[in-house]
């Protein structure tokens, strides 16, 4: 089954504590990206790639990291330095290249603060 | 600074009824308009639009692109319950991303 896997669904995370979010594509495609989403809203670009061992900041990268050093996976760290971490997060992949991005979602991770 | 617009916000309507959903947009570079669906956790794709006037369908969805007046529309006719959901619209811009805008949820009373 091709597909986007996001683990774990739900993550607690403690005060001063770096949590890791992980992203497994086996479509092949080149382009990844994590989103976040708060209740009520749209989707807020975090961080994309768009190939192995390269990766930008998106609109709200502040609190986050992330690595890209194989194709099929993009992890994303939430760090003690982003206060407010509670969200919805959604990652995604394209084929990317320049041609048309269609983004495929994978089912999130609920992230909350103990 | 790339922006995207749904309206209405929330929407609530009866089985068979027919809705249309409204997308405006101002983006730089405008490459392509996408509209998906999200149920409970990930969103499903259902449209890419980029020529105007040129209307896509797939069963009871339809859509259409209207370039010159920065906006897209999203009709489901007969709607179901299966239809409650939110409904995202997100523009490609320059450098292949895409912009959000907040969506529309819909819920299909019985």
Sequence with gaps: DGGITQSPKYLFRKEGQNVTLSCEQNLNHDAMYWYRQDPGQGLRLIYYSQIVNDFQKGDIAEGYSVSREKKESFPLTVTSAQKNPTAFYLCASSIGGGLQNIQYFGAGTRLSVL | ?110
């Design chain 2, 1 to 110: 600074e790339d922006k995207v617009v749904q309206s209405p916000l929330s929407l609530v309507v009866h089985e068979g009824d027919t809705v249309t959903l409204n997308c405006s947009y101002e983006v730089t570079n405008f490459r392509s308009l996408l509209w998906y669906k999200q149920e409970k956790k990930a969103p499903t794709f259902l449209f890419m639009l980029t020529s105007s006037g040129i209307e896509k369908k797939s069963g009871r969805l339809s859509s259409i692109l209207d370039k010159k007046e920065l906006f897209s529309i999203l009709n489901i006719t007969a709607t179901q319950t299966g239809d409650s959901a939110v409904y995202l619209c997100a523009v490609e811009g320059a450098g292949n991303m895409l912009t959000f805008g907040g969506g529309t949820r819909l819920m299909v009373k019985p």
